[in-house]
C-alpha cells in the first residue's frame, strides 16, 4: 500500500509517500513513519518531522480519530505538528477529524494556511523517474497557471510544460502538467513546479523536487 505523509520544511507542509507493506491498522502506520522522519533524499531537500514517537490513535468513531499525544516537542511549533497528523490521517476515508490531546475536533480546513501556494504530490524528493513526467498537486497562483520545468545534473533546463489549476487566483485547486525530456544517461535532476509573476514574468512560489531522471529520448 502506498501511504501519504505530510512532512515539514520552512515552516511549511509538504507530502511524500511511502510503500509498505498492506495492513489494516493504516493509521497507526502513517503516524509511525511520520515520528520516524525523512528519507536521506528528504533530508537533504530540507523536509522533516515534529511528530514525536509514541503518538497513538486510541480510537475512530464517527468519522474523529482521537489521539493520545505525548508532552513532548517545542510548543511553538505545536501547530505545525498538529497540522502533521491532521492532513496525514484524513487520506483515509474512515477519518474526516481529529481530536489531538482532548481539544476539540479538527480537519484539513484548520490548518490550510500551512500550505506553500504551490504543493506537489507527485513526483516527491529522490523518486526515480521517467518520461513523460506526470506532475500533479494544488496550487492557488495567478490565474490558475502553473509551470512547470525539470533541469538536469548539470542545472540545464531540458523541459519545460504548464497547466491550469482547477481554481484561479484567492482559492486552491489541482493540477496536472504532462513533460518530457531527452537525456543519454541517468542522473541527478529537479523539477520545480512555480509561478509566473504578473509583475515582471519571473519565477515565484518555487517548489523544487530532487530526483533521479531516467533516460529520455
Known sequence: MTIELWLVRAGQLVPTRRARPATVATSGLALTELAAGPTPAEAAAGLTTLVPAGIEVTRITDGTATLRVPSVGDPAERRLREAQV???????PTVRQVSLGGTGPVGRPDYADLLPPI?????????????????????TVFEATVSVRVLDAA?????TGFGTASCGSGCRGGYRVVVGWRTAREQQGTVEVYEVSALDGSRINTTAVPVILAPGA
Open 119 to 139: 504543493v506537489v504530490t507527485s513526483p516527491t524528493a529522490g523518486e526515480r523517474v521517467a518520461a513523460p513526467l506526470v506532475v500533479t498537486g494544488t496550487a
Open 86 to 92: 491532521v492532513w496525514t490521517l484524513t487520506q483515509f
Open 155 to 159: 542545472g540545464r533546463e531540458v523541459a
